[in-house]
C-alpha cells in the first residue's frame, strides 16, 4: 500500500462505533430475508411451471438387452408390452383400500408430498445411509411414471415440484389408478390389469379381496415379494413365500385398523390365494443366464430389481453360446437315457445342476440351471443352495494339511504319502488324542460305505478310494477352522458353510453347500495353481436414458488373489489325477487329456457331484431330488433302477461329455509338475488285501447321534456352556457355539434334515441338508436352489 493510503474497510454499518459497525440492522436482515424468500418462490414458480403432470399412457419401460460373450444377441427383456390400463371404475374398491392401508393411509386428506420423508432422504444421501425415504402414493405415481428409481438430489427434487403439481391439478382417484396402473408387480407385469391375468389369469375387476390384498404385498417390492423368487440370494422363492404371507396377513389386518374393512370380513379370509403358473417368454437356459447376469449387475451396481426392470441396459455376459449348448446336449442326453419318471416314480423330482468356469479369469462361461423357464422350471439349479457336496470336499481337508500341518506334525506341512488308518467303524480323537464321545458317551466311530477294514493308507489312496475315515480324523488334526479359511479363499462363500456341523466331525466330509458355479470356481484354484478369482457373468454393461449413455466402470475384471501356495494346489491336482486314473472317477479315464477332480455322495443318496478341471475348464456337475412341495431332499436310492447314485456315475458321464465337447479345439496344458512337500506321518500297519476297490458311495456319514439336552457326562462342559466351535472337549458334549445352542456338538445331528439314530456305538447318520452359499450368498434357502 502506498505511503499516506489508508485501508477502507466497508463494514454493514460504517457509521456506528464499535462491535455495532459489525452488525446489520433489522432493516438489513429483513430486507435480504425477503429478497431470499422472493428469489426461492420465483425459482419455485418458475419450476412448478416447467414441470408437467405424468401421464401413463406415456411411461414406457424399455428393454435390456443382454448379449453373449461375443457381442451377438442373447434375449431381450422388459418393454411395454405388458401394460394395460384400466380406469378406476374397473380396479376394485377392496384392491384400492388395501393400497391405500398399506401405504398411504392418509392419501385422501394428505397433500400428496410427504415433507419428513422427503428430509430422510436428503439426509441419508448427503450423509451415505440409506435412501429409501417414505413417499406418498402420489409420489410413487410420479416416481414410477417417470420410470426413474435413482436415489439423487436431483430426482427427489424434480419428484417434488411433480408431487406438489399433481396434488393440486389431479383428483385423488386419478392419481391413485395412475400409480396402480404405472407399478410394476412382478411377472413382467405393469399396471394392475395385467398383474390380475399374471398372477390370476383374470381381469382387475374380478380380483377377490384376497387376492387383492396379495396384489398389494407384492407393490412393496417384487423380486422380495413375488412368490416365485427373485434375482439375489435372499430372494429364493421359499423365503419369497414366507414374506407374502406375511405381508398379505398384515395387510388385511392394516385395512380393518384404518377402517377399510369390517373386521367380519377379514375373519372370512384364511386362505392365502392360489396363484397360476408364471410363464416365461426365455426358453432353455436362456431363462438362467439372464437371471444370474442380472444377479451380478444388480449387485455391481447396488441397484434393486426392480430399478434394472426399468430398462435402457445393455449387458455383455460372459457366456459362451457354444459351451451352454452343449453342456445342456450333455445334460440332456444322459437324462433321456437314465430316467422314465412315467415308469419309475423315483424318476420324478430328478433334478440336474452344472457350472463351468474359466480358471484364469473367473469367467462363467456355460451353466445347466434346469429343463428351462419356459417348462415351468424357475430355480437355477447351478446356482444351488441346500445340496450338500459330499466327499468333493475332501480336497479342501488335504491341502490345509499340506498347508497348514496337524498337531502330530508340529505345524509342519502334511505330505500326502501320510498314512492314516483307514478302517470302517474308526474311532475318531480329538486334538488331545482323547475319543470323541456319542450320546450315550461312548467313543464315536466313524462309518465308511463299506466295511472292509483297509488298514494305514495313505492320504492319496484315501482320496483315490474316497475313504471316509481318514479324512474325519485328519480334519479335526488340522483344525476344522484352517479347512474352513482355505475353502473360503478359494471363494466358498461363508453362507455355504453347514453352520450346524462346523464343531463336528461330519464338516470335513461335505454336509456344507455351495453351488455348482461356486465349486466350479474354487477347483479352478487348484487347475490355476492356487491363485484365485472371483467367478463373474458380465464384462460391460451401459445404460441408455433420455439420449443419454452411461458407461459403468464396476464390470472390470476380478484381481487375482492368492489362495494357497502353488505347491500344496499342485500337489492336490496330482492326488485328484489319481482319482481319475484308478479310483472313484475312472469312468472318465479314457478322455484323452490331462484331468483331475473328484466324486462326492452323500447320506442316503440324497445328491451326487463331480467337479474337476483341466487347465483350461473347470466344471461341476450336481444330480439331486427334491420334495416339489416341502423343497427337501430326497433319496435318490432306486432313481434309474439302479440301488444308488454315486459322483462317479451319471455326474461324471455328464461331465466327460460337456468336457470332450467344450475342450475341441483347445490343445489342453498339461498339469505342472507336483513338487514333495511336507513331512510324512504316520506308522504302516498290515497291508490291505490285495484287491483294492473304491467305496461304491463315497458318503458323508460322519454325524454320530444327537446328544441328550438334558445333561452331560460328570466332569465335563454342560450343554449351557459357551465354547469355541473347535474346542473339541467342550462341543462334544454339547456346549453353545456362538452364542446359540449346538445340541450336536461334535456329535451332532442333522442341520435341516432327517437324523438317522443309529444303535451306539456305531454312531453314522445324516449330516445337514440345508445351508446357504449362492452365487452372491446370502441366506439359506431352498435345497433345489
Known amino acids: 500500500m502506498p505511503p499516506g493510503k489508508r485501508r477502507i474497510i466497508d463494514y454493514p454499518r460504517a457509521g456506528k462505533l464499535g462491535w455495532r459497525r459489525f452488525v446489520p440492522s433489522w432493516k438489513q436482515v429483513t430486507g435480504t430475508f425477503v429478497a431470499f424468500c422472493a428469489a426461492m418462490m420465483l425459482a419455485g414458480g418458475i419450476a412448478y411451471a416447467l414441470v408437467e403432470i405424468p401421464d401413463v399412457k406415456k411411461a414406457e419401460a424399455q428393454t435390456n438387452v443382454f448379449y453373449w460373450d461375443d457381442d451377438t444377441q442373447m434375449a431381450a427383456t422388459g418393454g411395454t408390452e405388458n401394460r394395460q390400463i384400466v380406469p378406476i371404475s374397473q380396479i376394485p374398491e377392496n384392491m384400492r383400500n388395501a393400497v391405500i392401508s398399506a401405504e398411504n393411509a392418509t392419501f385422501y386428506e394428505d397433500s400428496g408430498i410427504d415433507p419428513m420423508g422427503i428430509g430422510r432422504a436428503v439426509f441419508n444421501m448427503a450423509t451415505g445411509g440409506e435412501t429409501q425415504g417414505g413417499s406418498t402414493i402420489t409420489q410413487q405415481f410420479v416416481k414410477n411414471t417417470y420410470l426413474d428409481q435413482s436415489q439423487t438430489l436431483t430426482r427427489k427434487a424434480r419428484e417434488l415440484f411433480i408431487s406438489i403439481k399433481v396434488g393440486a391439478e389431479m383428483e385423488k382417484d386419478d392419481v391413485l389408478a395412475g400409480y ?154 444322459t437324462k433321456k437315457a437314465f430316467l422314465d419318471p412315467d415308469k419309475r416314480s423315483r424318476d420324478k423330482f430328478v433334478q440336474f445342476g452344472a457350472a463351468s468356469v474359466d480358471p484364469k479369469s473367473g469367467a462363467i462361461v456355460a451353466l445347466y440351471g434346469g429343463e428351462g423357464m419356459d417348462k415351468g422350471h424357475y430355480t437355477n ?64 466311530r466313524q462309518k465308511n460305505e463299506s466295511d472292509r477294514m483297509w488298514g494305514k493308507v495313505t492320504l492319496r489312496k484315501a482320496m483315490e478310494q474316497s475313504i471316509n475315515t481318514p479324512f474325519v480324523q485328519l480334519g479335526i488334526d488340522v483344525g476344522l477352522s484352517k479347512q474352513r479359511d482355505l475353502a473360503k479363499r478359494t471363494g466358498i462363500l461363508e453362507e455355504s458353510f453347514d453352520k450346524g456341523n462346523l464343531g463336528n466331525a461330519s464338516f470335513s466330509l461335505g454336509t456344507s453347500t455351495p453351488s455348482a458355479i461356486r465349486m466350479a470356481d474354487s477347483y479352478g484354484t487348484f487347475a490355476a495353481e492356487g491363485a484365485h478369482y472371483e467367478p463373474y457373468s458380465v464384462s460391460k454393461v451401459t445404460l441408455t436414458k433420455n439420449g443419454e449413455v452411461t458407461h459403468f466402470d464396476e464390470f472390470e475384471k476380478p484381481k487375482r488373489e492368492s489362495a494357497m501356495d502353488a505347491k500344496v494346489a499342485n500337489n492336490v491336482t496330482d492326488v485328484l489325477q489319481d482319482v481319475i486314473k484308478t479310483g472313484t472317477g475312472k469312468k472318465i479315464a479314457d478322455i484323452g487329456f490331462p484331468v483331475a477332480g473328484k466324486t462326492g455322495t452323500t447320506d ?118 459357551t465354547c469355541d466351535p473347535f474346542d473339541w472337549k467342550c462341543n462334544q458334549n454339547g456346549g453353545t457355539t456362538d452364542g446359540g445352542t449346538d445340541t450336536g456338538g461334535a456329535n451332532g445331528g442333522a442341520t435341516g434334515g432327517e437324523t438317522t439314530t443309529p444303535e451306539p456305538p456305531t454312531g453314522g447318520g445324516d449330516g445337514g441338508d440345508n445351508g446357504g452359499g449362492g452365487f452372491f450368498g446370502g441366506p439359506a434357502g431352498r435345497p433345489e436352489e
Open 604 to 721: 442316503k443318496n440324497k445328491s451326487a457331484w463331480f467337479v474337476g478341471y483341466t487347465r483350461e475348464l473347470s466344471t461341476s456337475v450336481t444330480l439331486f431330488r427334491t420334495d416339489p412341495k416341502e423343497g427337501e431332499l430326497l433319496s435318490m436310492n432306486g432313481t434309474g433302477g439302479v440301488p444308488s447314485i454315486h459322483g462317479g456315475d451319471i455326474p461324471a458321464q455328464i461331465w466327460k461329455d460337456y468336457m470332450k465337447a467344450a475342450m475341441k479345439g483347445t490343445t489342453p496344458e498339461p498339469f505342472p509338475e507336483a513338487e514333495k512337500i511336507g513331512e510324512i506321518v504316520g506308522k504302516p500297519t498290515a497291508p490291505p488285501s490285495p484287491t483294492e476297490t473304491a467305496d461304491p458311495e463315497d458318503s458323508a456319514t460322519a454325524t454320530p447321534t444327537e446328544p441328550d439336552p438334558s445333561g452331560s457326562p460328570s466332569g465335563e462342559p454342560s450343554p449351557g456352556e
Open 180 to 333: 396402480l396402473n404405472a407399478a410394476y408387480y412382478g411377472r413382467n407385469a405393469y399396471g394392475i390389469q395385467s398383474a390380475a391375468q399374471a398372477y390370476f389369469d383374470k381381469d382387475a375387476e374380478k380380483l377377490s379381496l384376497s387376492e387383492s390384498a396379495f396384489l398389494a404385498s407384492v407393490l412393496k417390492g417384487p423380486n422380495l415379494y413375488n412368490p416365485d423368487g427373485g434375482v439375489g440370494a435372499n430372494a429364493t422363492a421359499k423365503a419369497n413365500t414366507k414374506r407374502a404371507h406375511a405381508r398379505w396377513e398384515w395387510i388385511l389386518d392394516r385395512m380393518v385398523e384404518t377402517g377399510n374393512l369390517d373386521k367380519s370380513k377379514r375373519d372370512q379370509v384364511t386362505k392365502f390365494p392360489k396363484l397360476t403358473k408364471q410363464k416365461s417368454s426365455l426358453s432353455g437356459q436362456t431363462g438362467y443366464l439372464v437371471d444370474t447376469a442380472k444377479d451380478y449387475v444388480t449387485t455391481k451396481l447396488k441397484i434393486s430389481p426392480e430399478e434394472l426392470e426399468q430398462g435402457g441396459y445393455k449387458i455383455h455376459t460372459t457366456f459362451d453360446k457354444t459351451r451352454v449348448k452343449q453342456m445342456e446336449k450333455s445334460v440332456e442326453k
Open 381 to 444: 439349479n447351478a446356482n444351488t443352495r441346500g445340496v450338500p457336496v459330499g466327499s468333493t470336499w475332501k480336497p479342501y481337508v488335504l491341502a490345509s494339511a499340506m498347508e497348514e500341518g496337524t498337531v502330530e506334525s508340529g505345524g509342519t506341512p502334511l505330505s500326502p504319502e501320510s498314512l492314516y488308518n483307514g478302517d470302517d467303524q474308526l474311532i475318531i480323537n480329538d486334538q488331545n488324542g482323547d475319543p470323541i464321545k456319542d450320546a450315550e458317551g461312548n467313543p464315536f
